[in-house]
């Protein structure tokens, strides 16, 4: 099957599109009449009407239903404030070595995290949700050396796997084939960021390791930044139906629009996974990270973050989360001699009836090496915390859309039909029966949870991954089509300076965002960037507005 030629599009669309916008909207579109349909973004279980600064932060409507308003406002409790090192009290456990300390410092608000200024990477910043992404230039995999998000705390006597001092972010400027200039004169700015980490910063080197690879000793190993994404509205997500996945995954593969295909480890014909995409411990399309590896939400990144962010265990998770070959770590810091000294007082307060025998011997280089390989651990969060927060985590409300009877909101939305940006961003979806699924066996039955069925959602996404072809991109270029439900509210919530689109936050606003995406020929997106280019500003203007509002 051929591809669809989109220099051809542009050619017989560039007069259609010039003369939308003096197109008057539909009857079904007019000002006057009752809200349209996708103003329930989340549909009408999912969907709450508030959008000021605390609009991510709502329970749905379907969690006020089943009565679990106090078990959201816990978890929320939970969600909200700091983890601390102390081994006892609320919220106890964080550590050993850890990310951030609670889920507010990379979610404010619960939006996706703040842009990330020059300079210092500051880790200790609330808001700093751009974590940092080490990986094998050669195989695309995660350093083994250090974890896939990668620690840059301690408690004491441990140290940071990562000194984040050390590392600095500089934004370079990038100019694209346009020169950065609409034809009517309008300019845009482009950039992205460079993330430098000297192998000083990296605490096993500096503890004698060397990797047999040499990507350490060499610096061969990449550095990029990867934001978070906005927590509401997953549950959502969740409803929809496997097969639904399934079906747009085959219609464009059949389709065969996007220049790139679509990840081979994902779906070549059938549904596979391969190498750092695969997980037996699920099944089913995968729906959440910018990598696809998560899902179904009670087993995705949600659950797995309340534990791998701050190595807080609990009964199913008994183990720490160090780094990705397990026992480097482990290995250099119980040669440590500061950690050594530290260590009796540590363990002291965590088994104080010393019924671990094997963190007690005389040897306190294996005392400590088994105490962090332990898959032993006493649980520090209780199941009943758990519970609350993963019913918090899939009760999270979508703000509804905003403005949506407003005539260039009509208009924009027309045109972001026009130019194809609905293949990618696919406005809508339908849930299912949403029976819920549990890997790790906490939620028994469909009451235990908040559940969304049979709702016409909007969250414009296909839930399949692209290639936008950026420079310095996202590990392995593919990324997940992000959702655009609420996105324009991020500033509002977070107080952020700049929008901080993209999965990097290199783009500040929409412009710069849907520039991106035609940066370069091989993106998947190029065609439709370049009749977003042609139009004219009024146009592109409406588009703007269009996506701010939903």
Same mark, same amino acid.
């Given at each position: 099957?051929?591809?669809?030629?989109?220099?051809?599009?542009?050619?017989?669309?560039?007069?259609?599109?010039?003369?939308?916008?003096?197109?008057?909207?539909?009857?079904?579109?007019?000002?006057?009449?009752?809200?349209?349909?996708?103003?329930?973004?989340?549909?009408?279980?999912?969907?709450?009407?508030?959008?000021?600064?605390?609009?991510?932060?709502?329970?749905?409507?379907?969690?006020?239903?089943?009565?679990?308003?106090?078990?959201?406002?816990?978890?929320?409790?939970?969600?909200?404030?700091?983890?601390?090192?102390?081994?006892?009290?609320?919220?106890?456990?964080?550590?050993?070595?850890?990310?951030?300390?609670?889920?507010?410092?990379?979610?404010?608000?619960?939006?996706?995290?703040?842009?990330?200024?020059?300079?210092?990477?500051?880790?200790?910043?609330?808001?700093?949700?751009?974590?940092?992404?080490?990986?094998?230039?050669?195989?695309?995999?995660?350093?083994?050396?250090?974890?896939?998000?990668?620690?840059?705390?301690?408690?004491?006597?441990?140290?940071?796997?990562?000194?984040?001092?050390?590392?600095?972010?500089?934004?370079?400027? =990038?100019?694209?084939?346009?020169?950065?200039?609409?034809?009517?004169?309008?300019?845009?700015?482009?950039?992205?960021?460079?993330?430098?980490?000297?192998?000083?910063?990296?605490?096993?080197?500096?503890?004698?390791?060397?990797?047999?690879?040499?990507?350490?000793?060499?610096?061969?190993?990449?550095?990029?930044?990867?934001?978070?994404?906005?927590?509401?509205?997953?549950?959502?997500?969740?409803?929809?139906?496997?097969?639904?996945?399934? =079906?747009?995954?085959?219609?464009?593969?059949?389709?065969?629009?996007?220049?790139?295909?679509?990840?081979?480890?994902?779906?070549?014909?059938?549904?596979?996974?391969?190498?750092?995409?695969?997980?037996?411990?699920?099944?089913?399309?995968?729906?959440?990270?910018?990598?696809?590896?998560?899902?179904?939400?009670?087993?995705?990144?949600?659950?797995?973050?309340?534990?791998?962010?701050?190595?807080?265990?609990?009964?199913?998770?008994?183990?720490?989360?160090?780094?990705?070959?397990?026992?480097?770590? =482990?290995?250099?810091?119980?040669?440590?001699?500061?950690?050594?000294?530290?260590?009796?007082?540590?363990?002291?307060?965590?088994?104080?009836?010393?019924?671990?025998?094997?963190?007690?011997?005389?040897?306190?280089? =294996?005392?400590?090496?088994?105490?962090?390989?332990?898959?032993?651990?006493?649980?520090?969060?209780?199941?009943?915390?758990?519970?609350?927060?993963?019913?918090?985590?899939?009760?999270?409300?979508?703000?509804?859309?905003?403005?949506?009877?407003?005539?260039?909101?009509?208009?924009?939305?027309?045109?972001?039909?026009?130019?194809?940006?609905?293949?990618?961003?696919?406005?809508?979806?339908?849930?299912?029966?949403?029976?819920?699924?549990?890997?790790?066996?906490?939620?028994?039955?469909?009451?235990?949870?908040?559940?969304?069925?049979?709702?016409?959602?909007?969250?414009?996404?296909?839930?399949?991954?692209?290639?936008?072809?950026?420079?310095?991109?996202?590990?392995?270029?593919?990324?997940?089509?992000?959702?655009?439900?609420?996105?324009?509210?991020?500033?509002?919530?977070?107080?952020?300076?700049?929008?901080?689109?993209?999965?990097?936050?290199?783009?500040?606003?929409?412009?710069?965002?849907?520039?991106?995406?035609?940066?370069?020929?091989?993106?998947?997106?190029?065609?439709?960037?370049?009749?977003?280019?042609?139009?004219?500003?009024?146009?592109?203007?409406?588009?703007?507005?269009?996506?701010?509002?939903?």
């Amino acid at each position: 099957m051929k591809r669809i030629n989109y220099l051809l599009l542009i050619a017989l669309f560039a007069t259609s599109l010039l003369s939308s916008c003096k197109t008057e909207p539909s009857e079904s579109q007019d000002p006057k009449t009752d809200l349209p349909e996708w103003y329930y973004t989340g549909g009408k279980l999912g969907t709450v009407s508030n959008t000021s600064a605390m609009c991510f932060r709502q329970p749905t409507p379907a969690t006020d239903n089943a009565g679990m308003s106090i078990s959201f406002s816990q978890g929320d409790q939970i969600a909200e404030k700091s983890f601390i090192t102390s081994h006892s009290g609320r919220q106890h456990g964080l550590g050993p070595i850890y990310v951030r300390e609670s889920c507010q410092h990379c979610h404010p608000n619960y939006s996706h995290g703040t842009s990330v200024p020059a300079g210092t990477y500051d880790a200790k910043n609330q808001g700093n949700g751009t974590l940092l992404v080490v990986y094998n230039p050669q195989t695309n995999a995660y350093v083994p050396w250090l974890a896939g998000m990668p620690q840059l705390f301690g408690a004491e006597p441990f140290k940071a796997p990562l000194n984040p001092d050390m590392i600095t972010v500089e934004w370079k400027v =990038a100019q694209d084939e346009h020169g950065n200039k609409f034809p009517d004169g309008e300019t845009y700015e482009l950039q992205y960021p460079e993330v430098k980490m000297p192998k000083e910063a990296v605490y096993v080197y500096n503890q004698g390791f060397r990797d047999e690879d040499g990507l350490l000793e060499s610096e061969g190993y990449v550095v990029v930044l990867e934001n978070t994404i906005g927590v509401y509205g997953t549950g959502l997500l969740d409803a929809i139906p496997d097969k639904d996945i399934i =079906a747009q995954y085959e219609k464009e593969y059949n389709d065969q629009r996007m220049k790139n295909g679509l990840n081979p480890a994902f779906y070549n014909g059938t549904f596979q996974e391969s190498g750092y995409y695969k997980n037996d411990a699920q099944w089913g399309p995968k729906r959440f990270t910018y990598a696809l590896t998560r899902g179904p939400l009670l087993d995705a990144a949600g659950a797995n973050a309340i534990w791998n962010i701050t190595n807080v265990t609990r009964s199913d998770r008994r183990s720490h989360y160090l780094d990705l070959n397990g026992t480097i770590y =482990a290995t250099y810091a119980s040669k440590d001699p500061e950690v050594q000294a530290g260590f009796e007082a540590y363990i002291s307060q965590i088994d104080p009836q010393k019924e671990h025998t094997d963190w007690w011997t005389d040897d306190k280089e =294996a005392n400590i090496y088994n105490y962090l390989t332990s898959k032993e651990l006493p649980a520090e969060m209780s199941d009943a915390e758990y519970t609350q927060v993963m019913v918090w985590h899939r009760g999270l409300a979508v703000p509804a859309a905003r403005d949506v009877n407003n005539l260039e909101v009509i208009r924009g939305k027309e045109l972001f039909t026009q130019l194809g940006c609905d293949y990618c961003h696919r406005p809508s979806w339908t849930t299912g029966s949403d029976e819920l699924r549990d890997p790790n066996g906490f939620f028994k039955s469909n009451g235990d949870m908040p559940r969304y069925p049979n709702q016409k959602i909007w969250p414009y996404t296909d839930m399949v991954q692209h290639k936008l072809c950026m420079v310095n991109d996202i590990r392995t270029g593919w990324c997940r089509t992000t959702p655009l439900w609420g996105r324009g509210l991020h500033k509002k919530a977070t107080g952020d300076a700049s929008e901080a689109r993209l999965h990097d936050t290199r783009a500040r606003n929409v412009i710069e965002a849907i520039m991106w995406h035609g940066y370069s020929k091989e993106s998947d997106a190029y065609y439709p960037t370049q009749l977003f280019y042609n139009l004219p500003k009024a146009d592109r203007d409406a588009i703007v507005t269009f996506i701010n509002a939903i």
